[in-house]
């Protein structure tokens, strides 16, 4: 099935540094989402973006909506241990109908303590 | 406030059976979808349901069927199961709207098909 791009697919960071994230598409979006998946669970909502240029915060995430609106941007600051597990980018590409929403590959995260 | 719940938790079956999965949407929600998990890989959508009609569909099969209740709670079908449909299947509701777009997941219902 189809699917956004992100990257890095994995990174190894010490606890205190900050993370960057990214996820890039051949299409347009109109919304960019955020989820964080830990094992065995389902994806909490971390920031939603409506608008081109967007950056919006939740405590020590940061998310952009890009300029292209093909890409968006995900930085956490400071990581701490329980900031381990699986970043997803979503969101309903723009001529693929409104609901139908599409995914990322992940971006794995583990902070060194 | 009531999240998003789903049961059964785990679930195994067999080739060629049929199985139900069900999900009852977060308090003040009235749209719900659907979404297979392959290990590994990021969600897939399945479908989604509003007033109780299939609103759209992913590329899946008609072998995935869904229903809407008139409480907002849904229910996923999967018949003649393959092996390939062993996935984590997780539901999603959000409130049509302004803040539609915004999908909160369950905890999801791990489907193994020996």
């Known amino acids: 099935g189809q699917q956004l791009n992100q990257s890095p697919q994995s990174m190894f960071i010490q606890e205190g540094e900050d993370v960057s994230m990214n996820c890039t598409s051949s299409s347009i979006f109109n919304t960019w989402l955020w989820y964080k998946q830990d094992p065995g669970e389902g994806p909490v909502l971390l920031i939603a973006?409506?608008?081109?240029?967007e950056l919006t915060s939740n405590g020590r995430l940061t998310a952009q909506f890009g300029i292209t609106r093909k890409d968006s941007f995900l930085n956490i600051s400071a990581s701490i241990p329980s900031d381990v597990g699986i970043y997803f980018c979503a969101g309903p590409p723009m001529f693929s109908g409104t609901y139908k929403y599409i995914f990322g590959t992940g971006t794995r995260l583990k902070v060194l303590a | 406030d009531a999240g998003v719940t789903q049961s059964p938790t785990h679930l195994i079956k067999t080739r060629g059976q049929q199985v139900t999965l069900r999900c009852s949407p977060k308090?003040?929600?009235?749209?719900v979808s659907w979404y297979q998990q392959a290990l590994g890989q990021g969600p897939q959508f399945i479908f989604q349901?509003?007033?109780?009609?299939?609103?759209q569909r992913g590329n899946f099969p008609d072998r995935f069927s869904g229903h809407q209740f008139p409480n907002y709670s849904s229910e996923l079908n999967v018949n003649a199961l393959l092996l390939g449909d062993s996935a984590l299947y997780l539901c999603?509701?959000?409130?049509?709207?302004?803040?539609?777009?915004?999908?909160?997941f369950g905890p999801g219902t791990r489907l193994t098909v020996l």
């Open positions: 999603a509701s959000s409130l049509m709207g302004r803040t539609g777009d915004e999908q909160f």
């Open positions: 349901y509003y007033e109780e009609e299939e609103r």
């Open positions: 973006l409506y608008k081109a240029g």
């Open positions: 308090s003040g929600h009235d749209t």
